[in-house]
């Protein structure tokens, strides 16, 4: 029952920051609003279908299959209702900077587009700073307007080792053409300049099963002076945006910077969202693992989130598990989140505690019963005191403000009632519960050793002694004597009729 991972020993309450709650909102804006000013993809490199620039694949009514790996210095399109199928093989873009890839690597000519078994590698110029030619976006894939799906897909390389706020991934951009919906499965996303993998507007994006990051680790930290900060990295960004986000891994790093931060996933104003049974971590140290600012209806549970030390000369200026700005905590619920390695855990934001006993044993009248109910914290210092909220508890029963659940049941039948345990720091949680309590157990009856009134021959009757069987060779010679005795008075008795009738 104790709390779980947090470095800070000090018991913080909710709505005490490490930042000011204005500052924090106004760098978590800045990070997301830079990476949407998209622009438009400059005219320089062509847009062909994949099928003229992959020429070795075949096309079989809606599917298009790579036979080999394909080079292209062009932005390539999957035509509307196609599958590209890369049967395990790899794309690879290259640019010069003369004439700079921007836009997408892949994208859709049509409403739907989907994409498997397919490797995607951006070999883009590091060009300088800033360019004017060449600070544009540009993507390995995006969905336009488009509804679709990612399976067994992997993108890396899409970064020009810059601290520019361009360079994504995999984008589902559905801002002037929603509602979208697309469906991200074993899907592998590393290298990346900005974002790994971000559904902005009107999109539903519901991902499972997937690894997104680490970024790209070469990139300088820092701008140079007189500026005042660097890139801000982010690993999944939802936007205006909602879906499901389970059962993946998520690997985030650090701005290296008191004006950026870095997330693992950043959610700006998300709208029904839920987040569920994820890894977020940050091997190489991390800003926050998950930043929420504004939103709806947003559900952060059963993640792990945990990071390693950030080593110098490298500065951990935030390392926040997960933190809420711009109202925020009104509409997300953290449920049993976990948490290792953060100097804070939690930031504007609460998380009940999470009660882990799932069920409890059933007893029996007049038996002794003990058990316990028991939940963690976010924080290591819990205050836990639990209580009956509502039901019909066992009679004879009792449980203990600590959780522990004593006493002997008197009465038989079926029980259900809510638990409830409070902490002064993370709040309350509930749980529901049945105890089965079942009849006494009856006591056993002694088991009569008198001897049958019908005994037959070779009976052993025990008369309060003990008394050899008949069968014993003991007995064989007690009834040998008697019987000899018996004989030898009837003979005595004969002999003496005998002689009185002489005489």
Not at 182 to 189: E, M
Request: charged share 10%; proline share 7%; aromatic share 6%.
């Amino acid at each position: 029952m104790s709390g779980v991972g947090r470095v800070d020993s000090r018991r913080r309450r909710p709505g005490r920051l490490g930042l000011p709650a204005l500052g924090g909102a106004l760098f978590t804006c800045a990070i997301a609003t830079a990476s949407l000013v998209w622009g438009a993809p400059a005219a320089d490199a062509a847009t062909v279908d994949v099928r003229a620039a992959c020429t070795a694949s075949q096309t079989v009514g809606t599917v298009i299959t790579l036979t080999a790996d394909c080079a292209t210095t062009d932005n390539l399109t999957i035509p509307d209702g196609f599958t590209l199928n890369g049967a395990g093989h790899t794309i690879t873009a290259t640019d010069t900077p003369a004439v700079p890839l921007l836009g997408p690597i892949i994208g859709n000519a049509g409403s739907t587009m989907f994409i498997e078994n397919l490797t995607v590698v951006g070999d883009l110029h590091a060009a300088a700073p800033n360019p004017a030619a060449s600070n544009a976006p540009f993507f390995g894939i995006r969905f336009l307007s488009a509804s679709g799906s990612l399976t067994n897909v992997t993108v890396t390389g899409i970064t020009r080792q810059q601290t520019y706020n361009f360079g994504q991934a995999i984008l589902v951009d559905a801002t002037a053409g929603g509602p979208q919906t697309v469906t991200v499965t074993g899907v592998h996303v590393s290298d990346f300049q900005k974002n790994g993998l971000t559904a902005n507007g009107q999109a539903t994006m519901n991902v499972t099963g997937s690894t997104i990051g680490p970024p790209d680790l070469t990139i300088p930290p820092n701008f140079t002076p007189p500026s005042t900060g660097g890139i801000a990295q982010n690993s999944v960004q939802y936007f205006n945006s909602g879906g499901t986000f389970s059962a993946n891994t998520v690997v985030t790093y650090t701005a290296d910077n008191s004006v950026s931060s870095s997330t693992g996933m950043l959610l700006f104003t998300a709208n029904n969202l839920t987040v569920d049974h994820n890894t977020i971590t940050g091997p190489n140290g991390a800003d926050t693992g998950i930043n929420v600012t504004g939103g709806t209806n947003v559900t952060i549970s059963y993640n792990s989130l945990s990071r390693s030390a950030i080593a110098p000369p490298q500065h951990d200026n935030f390392g926040f598990g997960a933190a809420g700005y711009s109202g925020a905590a009104a509409t997300t619920t953290l449920i049993c989140n976990t948490f290792a390695g953060w100097k804070q855990n939690l930031l504007s934001l609460t998380q009940a505690p999470c009660i882990v006993t799932e069920h409890l044993p059933d007893g029996t009248v007049g038996g002794p019963y003990s058990s316990v109910i028991e939940a963690t914290t976010e924080n290591p210092n819990p205050e836990l005191t639990w209580t009956i909220e509502a039901g019909t508890f066992p009679p004879g029963l009792t449980l203990n403000s600590n959780g522990t659940i004593t006493g002997t049941p008197t009465t038989e039948g079926t029980y259900t009632f809510t638990a409830r345990v409070s902490d002064p720091v993370d709040g309350t949680a509930t749980r529901e519960y049945t105890i089965r309590i079942g009849a006494a157990i009856p006591t056993p009856t002694p088991t009569s050793t008198g001897a049958p009134s019908n005994a037959g021959p070779g009976a052993s009757v025990n008369t309060g002694g003990t008394l050899a069987s008949s069968d014993s060779p003991t007995s064989a010679w007690i009834l040998a004597i008697t019987a000899g005795a018996a004989g030898g008075l009837l003979l005595t008795m004969r002999w003496v009729r005998r002689r009185q009738r002489r005489g």
